[in-house]
Nanobody
Framework: QVQLVESGGGLVQVGDSLRLACAASGLPERRYAMGWFRQAPGKVREFVGGATWTGGTTLNTDSTKGRFTISREYAQNTMYLQMNTLKPEDTAVYYC???????????????WGQGTQVTVSS
């Protein structure tokens, strides 16, 4: 059974940092891209960034503007999202997803985690 488990969310102040983790288990093979999405109340789910199975990473620079970084530890099958200089507009549920290709489109992903809440208070 495939499981993606996100952790690291919470309530922080403007300007703080958080590191989210997504631990994957049960994937048929390691050749999966992993992506981070977020969804704020009343808004569509937005691609934040992700990592290919070969180690390449990408970020949605429109929303992260150099504040976020993605990393992936293949030995532990875990992906991280380091978020710095957090803003109230970063408040959302953050989801981890796995699929065959790294994509901005959420429908391209096969497996999803349950999400972790990030709330940035001003």
């Amino acid at each position: 059974q495939v499981q993606l488990v996100e952790s690291g969310g919470g309530l922080v102040q403007v300007g703080d940092s958080l590191r989210l983790a997504c631990a994957a288990s049960g994937l048929p093979e390691r050749r999966y891209a992993m992506g981070w999405f977020r969804q704020a109340p009343g808004k569509v789910r937005e691609f934040v960034g992700g990592a290919t199975w070969t180690g390449g990473t990408t970020l949605n620079t429109d929303s992260t503007k150099g504040r976020f970084t993605i990393s992936r530890e293949y030995a532990q099958n875990t992906m991280y999202l380091q978020m710095n200089t957090l803003k109230p507009e970063d408040t959302a549920v953050y989801y981890c997803a796995a699929g065959e290709l790294l994509s901005y489109v959420s429908d391209e992903y096969t497996y999803w985690g349950q999400g972790t809440q990030v709330t940035v208070s001003s």
